[in-house]
């Protein structure tokens, strides 16, 4: 009988890279498996914010409910600045146009400086702050502490400012000439009501008595003393008649008599 012996047939080795491709059929990859899930999170947080910017775009959610004025007013009234505050203020904090708003509250006539802060979720708070006037600015404006010309009118019976006037709007200049002239008359028992500067650069003061002085553009604190001079010794006893005193000479000055 014979017997026929079968060699055991021992299974096929794979090579390495078809061991790797089969594992990869088998088992999706770690990388892949993270990239899905930060694309699925992005997807999440875009979804949320859009959301919430869908829900601060809206004027309708959490609209500006409350509003708070605050600073020493004394000139401008709270019923001007609400005017303006409510043509920004039917909406939310979100879509507040704060930077217009602030520039439409500075252009009123006093108000020198305005800041908003957001109190979240629905409260504004304005902060205001008034010029002080220190001084008219020709017939129509008035002069700050600062220098800065502004818009502005003083109650009826307020006459204890100095009119100041440049035509190239020099407003701290004139100021600091203003009391350099104070200075420069300390010796002259007359109250300095105006000082004004003309567009060549001439110098005219006038006393409260009603005498103008013509200083000119050059020299101006030597022909004051002059000026003070003179007073002293024989204007101050005839100033009910003099006008004018002009200074604009080298030598001496001119009197134009009432």
Known sequence: MLIHQYKRKHPRKLSLIQRIDFAKLLNPSTQLIRRIRWIATLMVI?????????????????????ISIQGNL????????????????????????????????????????????????????IYVEEHKAVAYWGEQQLLDQYGEVFDGKLPEGRADFPQLYSPENKGREMGERYLQVLRWLKEVPLQLVSLQEDARGSWVISFDEGLLVKIGVHDQEKRLRRFVAAYQVFLSKQLDKINVVDLRYTNGFAVEWK
């Open 46 to 66: 875009l979804g949320a914010v859009l959301w919430f910017r869908n829900l601060f775009v809206n004027p309708a959610h959490w609209p500006i409910d409350e």
């Open 74 to 125: 004394n000139y401008v009234t709270e019923s001007t600045l609400r005017e303006v505050i409510h043509r920004y203020s039917q909406t939310n904090l979100y879509q507040l146009d704060d930077v217009n708003l602030e520039n439409e509250l500075e252009a009123l006539a006093w108000v020198k400086d305005v800041k908003l802060r957001k109190s979240w979720p629905s409260s504004l708070i």
